[in-house]
């Protein structure tokens, strides 16, 4: 249980965190916001998915994808796969040459449903899919890449010339993927609308919950020996090797947990807003989704969702009334992040929430001292424990100093 | 030299032969034979350039040799891989202090720990009370105790190599390379590290490269001189100090 308190939640400090995301996005978001404001959130909230990602994967990995489009394609793909079949059921399709097959197929002269269509019209199947294709296709890259000790720069242009191509690929073979349009008018998951706003709701929800569990899964990860090692081959990747780890095997690991994680949420977002293009695979969004984590702090699972929510909210806000400005507006934002603030929002929280603790500190021994005061006039016969300096002292002490030296370090989590 | 009666190389914990390593026509190590006993720390020497921290790329598999055999143990070498050498009991120490200076001196020490070295094996790893014991006893031996808490980065030039001799006797290695282990340190730290290398040389072997003279005599069992890749000596202190073309590529200068 202590285990768990330290590890999942990271401490007091890593709770409280949590908690007051939790209330952001659960409580405060869905009371302050429309249906339709909250379902840009939601949207926002898939990109998050993809920065949190990008924080086991180069904040703690070292590893610069430019290319995370690729997964959360991959994983939106494969939902939209199965909502597309869902709604191209012979009926209201029989105005088609081919009944029962997707619309853009129909245009594109397609007669049959494609084979590697086929199993998704299953939901199991097209669940497990969702992670399966994009960590196989993550799998491949990395241990293509990493076995040869392709890194850096060298494996970001690599990423992104795959994002480019896998771009390239969806939008020429239109027949079977839809296009540059993508695959659109998607309507029930399983019978169930998605389009209603009570759906929509329910998803939000959905999706936020999701998004948590792969913070927890995150903090589960780099809270024991894997986050150090991490850690220690960002630094001195030699020194890992000669100490017995095969590292090629760690950076495959951790690609692909990125690429999971990325297709959830690229899952979340074709169920929330109701299509799935390749303007979402390509280049573009993956640098935009590793600006996210850089502005939000790439070693903070935590701040890479401030970062891609305010970022968000940053780009809408500005591309409705100056639409050309605000693509300079990002890129001088990231230039700013990486050359002034490399930890990111949540490394400026850091050093803020320090000064912060020293003010708060001489108010709270005042508080402290006057509970003193007070404490003896309201002893009503029963020995008040906390009200005794000394024990108080000893208390302190014990927590100070008394603490194992492996439990002191223990404590340090990532936030 | 190269024919070497097998039932005497099973005494050996390492030997090399006809060991070479060409970079573009270059050779680096020249048909080179190394034997290194059980408990022996053997000291090799050499002028810039002769080979010597090639030799232990060689070794460790950082480099791969284009002729000849590294037999450790009863283990082919050369046929490994980086981390399959390490796990077979080679330990290596880099020439510029190599530690994890985002860690702190406990966490590099429990990073070094020989346990949950696979990907899964990593997740499932716990601090458990022989993994502390362990780094204690091994922060004591490289005197780090007093700093377990503290980032790496924070320590001194000589405690950070400390600190690296500490991560490999974490691994218990049973042949230990150490590049230069001395470079930069001060005349106390030296004489520590001295004391150090010969108290843990028990049970295991060690190559050292090193400069400084005064600390080889300190602590050499036998020492190698390495030339233009190829060995020019071999034998104790004294002998090769005595020799004439030691003197003259070496120690004369």
């Known amino acids: 249980m202590k285990a768990i308190y330290s590890n999942l939640l990271g401490g007091k400090s890593g709770a409280v965190g949590l908690a007051l995301l939790a209330v952001l996005i659960l409580v405060i978001l869905p009371l302050s916001l429309d249906i339709f404001r909250l379902n840009l959130v939601g949207k926002y909230l898939s990109y998050a998915f993809v920065a949190v990602g990008l924080v086991l994967l180069w904040g703690y990995g070292g590893i610069l ?242 970062g891609a929510l305010l970022v968000n909210f940053g780009k809408s806000m500005f591309s409705e009334t100056f639409p050309q400005l605000w693509l300079l507006l990002m890129g001088g934002m990231f230039i700013a992040v990486v050359m002034y603030f490399p930890n990111g929002l949540a490394g400026l929280y850091q050093q803020y929430g320090a000064r912060l603790d020293k003010l708060w500190q001489p108010l709270a021994r005042r508080l402290a001292k006057r509970n003193k005061v007070v404490a003896p006039s309201q002893a009503d016969g029963s020995p008040q424990l906390v009200a005794t300096p000394v024990i108080r002292k000893l208390a302190e002490k014990a927590v100070v100093t008394d603490e194992p030296v492996h439990e002191a370090i223990r404590t340090r989590r990532p936030a | ?32 034979n190394l034997y290194v006993d059980k408990d022996e720390l053997r000291v090799v020497i050499g002028p810039n350039g002769a080979g010597k921290t090639t030799l232990l790329d060689l070794i460790c598999g950082k480099t791969k040799a284009t002729t000849g055999t590294i037999q450790f143990k009863d283990k082919e070498l050369t046929k490994l891989s980086e981390h399959e050498i390490v796990r077979a009991g080679v330990g290596r120490k880099f020439q510029t202090p190599s530690i994890y200076e985002n860690l702190t001196v406990f966490q590099n020490l429990e990073v070094s720990f020989p346990r949950g070295r696979g990907v899964f094996g990593c997740l499932s790893f716990r601090r458990t009370p022989d993994v502390i014991e362990r780094i204690h006893q091994v922060a004591e031996e490289i005197q780090l105790e007093e700093h377990l808490e503290m980032d790496a980065a924070l320590l001194s030039h000589g405690q950070k190599q400390w600190l690296e001799i500490g991560m490999l006797l974490m691994q218990e290695p049973e042949l230990l390379m150490l590049d230069e282990p001395v470079a930069g340190m001060s005349v106390k730290e030296r004489e520590q590290t001295a004391a150090l290398l010969n108290r843990i040389c028990k049970g295991r072997s060690e190559i050292v490269i090193e400069h400084d003279m005064e600390f080889v005599k300190s602590i050499a069992h036998k020492v190698t001189v390495l030339h233009q890749g190829k060995i020019l000596a071999e034998g104790s202190m004294a002998h090769v100090q005595a020799d004439e073309r030691v003197i003259e590529v070496y120690l004369g200068h």
């Open chain 2, 1 to 32: 030299m190269n024919a070497v009666n097998p039932s005497v190389k099973k005494d050996f914990i390492l030997s090399v032969e006809d060991l070479t390593v060409s970079f573009d026509g270059f050779k680096a190590v020249d048909s080179l």
């Open chain 1, 65 to 306: 994808s430019l290319g995370q489009g690729i997964f959360f394609g991959l994983g939106g793909y494969c939902m939209a796969m199965f909502l597309k079949l869902e709604a191209s059921d012979p009926v209201s399709t029989k105005i088609q040459t081919t009944p029962g097959i997707p619309d853009f197929m129909d245009w594109n002269q397609i007669t049959a449903l494609p084979a590697f269509w086929e199993p998704f019209k299953s939901l199991p199947f097209t669940m497990v899919a969702i992670i399966v294709v994009p960590v196989l296709f993550a799998f491949i890259i990395g241990a293509a890449m990493f076995k040869r000790r392709v890194g850096g720069v060298y494996f970001a242009i690599i990423t992104q010339a795959i994002a480019l191509i896998l771009t390239i690929l969806i939008i020429g073979q239109q027949g079977y993927t839809g296009g540059v349009n993508g695959i659109t008018d998607l309507r029930t998951l399983d019978g169930w609308d998605i389009r209603t706003d009570s759906a929509k709701y329910i998803l939000y929800y959905f999706s936020a919950f999701l998004l948590f569990g792969c913070i927890l899964l995150g903090r589960f990860i780099l809270s024991g020996k894997l986050g150090m090692l991490l850690l220690a081959m960002r630094d001195k990747e030699e020194r890992v090797r000669f100490s017995g780890y095969d590292v090629s095997s760690f950076k495959i690991f951790v690609f692909c947990v990125a690429a999971a994680i990325s297709a959830l949420g690229g899952a979340m977002f074709t169920l929330q807003v109701g299509f799935m293009s390749p303007s979402f695979v390509g280049i573009v969004p993956s640098i935009e989704m590793v600006i996210f984590t850089a502005v939000g702090g790439r070693m903070s699972l935590l701040g890479a969702v401030y």
